[in-house]
């Protein structure tokens, strides 16, 4: 396979020691999403872990919203047009923001891993970055989820009973 994937890591946060393993298991959603998607040609994907506190500044500074969450979304293509870094060719599809305290909470609230519920966020904002919303509900969120649950299943990170996200 010719596709070349970047993902960029920066541990921005004190809040959480990033358990062994994690890089590599984003580096591993963020491929099979690609894959899932049939996309073409190289990427570029940015991601930064960060605390509560920061996901809620960006929060409200880019979406108004005033409280923390779990993962932001900064898609940089739009309608499949990309930025193109010109040193490598490769498509910069954008940045994925992931509060890890608020990753450890959810992971203890639906009962599964943190390894789980980082490898969701991930998938969840790589979809975002390839087009996919969700903000409307309806047919779009339902299609968005089956996407998510089939990735996961291929990573073997598979849900318990109860969990819903968002």
């Not at 979809?127 to 339902?142: I, T, V």
């Not at 299609?143 to 318990?160: A, D, P, S, T, V």
């Amino acid at each position: 396979m010719s596709n070349k994937v970047k993902v960029i890591i920066s541990d921005d946060q004190k809040a959480v020691k990033i358990p062994t393993g994690i890089r590599l298991l984003i580096r591993r959603c963020c491929n099979a999403v690609l894959v899932n998607e049939k996309f073409e040609g190289s990427v570029e994907v940015s991601v930064r872990f960060v605390d509560d506190e920061e996901i809620h500044r960006l929060n409200l500074e880019y979406r108004n919203m005033d409280k923390s969450t779990d993962v932001l979304s900064f898609p940089l293509g739009e309608n499949g047009v990309y930025d193109i870094n010109y040193d490598t060719g490769a498509k910069m599809l954008g940045d994925i923001v992931i509060s890890v305290e608020h990753a450890v909470e959810q992971a203890k609230t639906y009962g599964h891993t943190l390894q789980r519920e980082i490898g969701f966020l991930t998938v969840h904002s790589m979809l975002h970055l390839l087009g996919y919303d969700h903000e409307q509900g309806g047919l779009e969120q339902m299609r968005m989820r089956e996407k998510e649950e089939e990735i996961l299943r291929q990573l073997g990170l598979r849900r318990n009973g109860n969990y819903y996200g968002e």
